[in-house]
């Protein structure tokens, strides 16, 4: 294991030298919308804590003057630079706080808070005071937003979205050589987590995600096959018991029990806009209920806690990858 770090420590440098500066203008085509950068942004807002993340692990955060829409504490590795950066607001900020920023781009980690009816502004509108806007192609590259605001996946997430999305963060700010260094170190990461599991030799496992719930006794938000989460399960031969192709569909708590599956992965998140944001009345919901507290996995005490950002297609999916692994593992799953 140690010559693969080593190798891949080696592949991060080589992939990092043969980056080239970025020749503007630079024009991309995001999310059907053709975009043009005439020079690096010298001021972003970034709306997203995934699309902050990126922008903070690709040593941006200079460039970084205002966010909002959190879920949880940035990653403690970025607390002394985030401490620094203005949030705008916990959720969802208002149009005019973000162009008195006066930033070059506004990047969006959804198109529903940026896009044809953005919630935060349109494109156009953005536009129109001269300000670019960038949405990750994670939110958008084989997903359909037109309906709800979650939207619907054509086909599955893979982490190959997240690399094109960091490569093309790397392209606009030109910094190519630290955004190919990261790409090859979550890659090194995600491929010693897989064969990690591998060796496991795990069968017949499956596994729900419960994101959150609009009260604790209404239908909880469930990961869908072709998220994020579904991309973790499915890298780790785990079967989701959900089979919506939406990205966070509701489903009765009935339909799950009935499932009966391995292991519940619950999201903890600092956010509170719903009663199921709170991580110990998911908890407590699961033991108290008398249809959730009949399921295998809260009698075995199989329920996973992993970061809401870890089931979303941002950097931490890889934590989310290896979290879950070791988490089968702990519960002597393996053959």
């Known amino acids: 294991m140690r010559a693969f770090y080593a190798l891949a420590a080696l592949t991060a440098f080589a992939t990092a030298a043969?980056?080239?500066?970025?020749?503007?203008?630079?024009?991309?085509?995001?999310?059907?919308?053709?975009?043009t950068f005439d020079k690096a942004p010298a001021s972003t807002v970034s709306l997203g804590q995934a699309a902050t993340?990126?922008?903070?692990?690709?040593?941006?955060?200079?460039?970084?003057a205002g966010t909002g829409v959190w879920f949880s504490d940035v990653l403690p590795r970025f607390a002394e630079v985030n401490a620094k950066v203005e949030r705008l607001a916990d959720n969802d900020p208002s149009f005019e706080s973000i162009v008195a920023k006066r930033p070059d781009v506004v990047i969006a980690q959804y198109e529903w808070h940026v896009g044809p009816q953005g919630i935060v502004g349109t494109r156009e509108q953005f536009r129109d005071l001269g300000i670019?806007?960038?949405i990750l192609p994670t939110d958008c590259v084989?997903?359909?937003?037109?309906?709800?605001?979650?939207?619907?996946?054509?086909?599955?997430?893979?982490?190959?979205?997240?690399y094109?999305?960091?490569t093309e963060l790397g392209q606009i700010f030109d910094d190519q050589d630290k955004a190919a260094a990261l790409v090859a170190d979550l890659r090194a990461r995600e491929a010693a987590a897989k064969e990690k599991v591998a060796a496991m030799k795990i069968d017949d496992i499956s596994a729900v995600f419960w994101f959150s719930s609009p009260e604790l006794d209404l239908d909880p938000y469930v990961a869908g096959r072709k998220g994020a989460p579904g991309y973790i399960m499915s890298v780790l031969g785990v079967k989701n018991v959900v089979e919506s192709d939406e990205e966070w569909p509701t489903v009765g708590w009935e339909t799950i029990a009935r499932a009966n599956s391995t292991v519940i992965v619950a999201a903890e998140m600092t956010r509170r806009r719903f009663e199921a944001d709170d991580i110990e009345k998911k908890k407590a919901f699961l033991?108290?209920?008398?249809v959730a507290s009949q399921m295998e996995a809260v009698k075995k005490n199989?329920?996973?806690?992993?970061t809401s950002d870890s089931m979303e297609p941002g950097i931490r999916v890889i934590s989310g990858i290896e979290e879950l692994a070791n988490a089968l593992a702990s519960y002597g799953l393996a053959q």
């Open 302 to 306: 199989r329920v996973v806690t992993l």
């Open 287 to 290: 033991a108290s209920d008398p």
């Open 18 to 35: 043969e980056a080239e500066a970025t020749k503007y203008p630079l024009t991309l085509e995001n999310c059907g919308v053709e975009v």
């Open 132 to 134: 670019n806007t960038y």
């Open 142 to 162: 084989g997903k359909d937003n037109s309906k709800g605001s979650d939207g619907t996946r054509i086909e599955p997430f893979t982490t190959e979205t997240l």
């Open 164 to 166: 094109e999305t960091i």
């Open 53 to 64: 993340e990126i922008l903070y692990s690709l040593d941006l955060a200079d460039k970084v």
